[in-house]
Antibody
C-alpha cells in the first residue's frame, strides 16, 4: 500500500515561493500513476492544481499554470510543487495524491497547511 | 473548464436514513465521475469511481449512478461514521474539477 507524505514550510511570505515535497513510500514513483497536487483553502472546497507522470509529463490547472511547477525526483522517490508569487489567497491545506487511470485519486497524503503571511 | 454542481450543499439526516446527493456537470463527462468523502481535518477518501464502481474496502451501503451530465451518490442506510462532506470530481478532461461539496450532518 503506497503511502504519501507532504513536507515543507508552513509559513511563506507574500510574493515568495511556496515549495512542498511529497515522499512516496511502499512503492515506486515510476509506477503507472499520475502524481497530483490538490489544495483546500480553510473552510472551502477542493481545487486541483496539477499532476505529473514519472516521465516528466505534466498537466496544470490553467488558473494557476503561470505560477506552478510540478517536478519528479525518481532517484529519491518524491515529487514536488512550487507556487511562485504567492498571496493570501494561496493559503490552504495542500494535499499530494496518487492518481490512477482516468484521473481517479486513489491515495492521498495527510495534507499540510501553508499560510501566506508576513 | 467543466463546472460541477452538487445539490444540496448541506443536509441533515438521521442514522438509518437513505441519503441521496446529486452532481451535475456543465457538459457530458460520460462516466468519468468520482466521489470522495472528507471528514474534518482529514484528507479526502475515494468512495466511488467511474460513476458506479465501489472502491475496495468501502461499505456496500454506498452506491453511485449516472452518466453524461447527471450523477447520484446514495447512502442506503446512514451510519454514524458517514457524517462528513462529500465531493464529486470529473476526470473527463483537464483541469480536473470538483463540486463544491455536500455536508451531511446529524439531524
Amino acid at each position: 500500500q503506497m503511502q504519501l507524505q507532504e513536507s515543507g514550510p508552513g509559513l511563506v511570505k507574500p510574493s515568495g515561493t511556496l515549495s512542498l515535497t511529497c515522499g512516496v513510500s511502499g512503492g515506486s514513483i515510476s509506477s503507472s500513476n499520475w502524481w497530483s497536487w490538490v489544495r483546500q483553502p480553510p473552510g472551502k472546497g477542493l481545487e486541483w492544481i496539477g499532476e505529473i507522470y514519472h516521465s516528466g509529463t505534466t498537466h496544470y490547472n490553467p488558473s494557476l499554470k503561470s505560477r506552478v511547477t510540478i517536478s519528479v525526483d525518481k532517484s529519491n522517490n518524491y515529487f514536488s510543487l512550487k507556487v511562485s508569487s504567492v498571496t493570501a489567497a494561496d493559503t490552504a491545506v495542500y494535499y499530494c495524491a496518487r492518481g490512477e487511470i482516468f484521473g481517479v485519486l486513489k491515495g492521498w497524503g495527510q495534507g499540510t497547511l501553508v499560510t501566506v503571511s508576513s | 473548464d467543466i463546472q460541477m454542481t452538487q445539490s444540496p450543499s448541506s443536509l441533515s439526516a438521521s442514522v438509518g436514513d437513505k441519503v441521496t446527493i446529486t452532481c451535475r456537470a456543465s457538459q457530458s463527462i460520460n462516466s468519468y465521475l468520482n466521489w470522495y468523502q472528507q471528514k474534518p481535518g482529514k484528507a479526502p477518501k475515494l468512495l466511488i469511481y467511474a460513476a458506479s464502481s465501489l472502491q475496495s474496502g468501502v461499505p456496500s451501503r454506498f452506491s453511485g449512478s449516472g452518466s453524461g451530465t447527471d450523477f447520484t451518490l446514495t447512502i442506503s442506510s446512514l451510519q454514524p461514521d458517514d457524517f462528513a462532506t462529500y465531493y464529486c470530481q470529473q476526470s473527463y478532461n483537464m483541469p480536473r474539477t470538483f463540486g463544491q461539496g455536500t455536508k451531511v450532518e446529524i439531524k
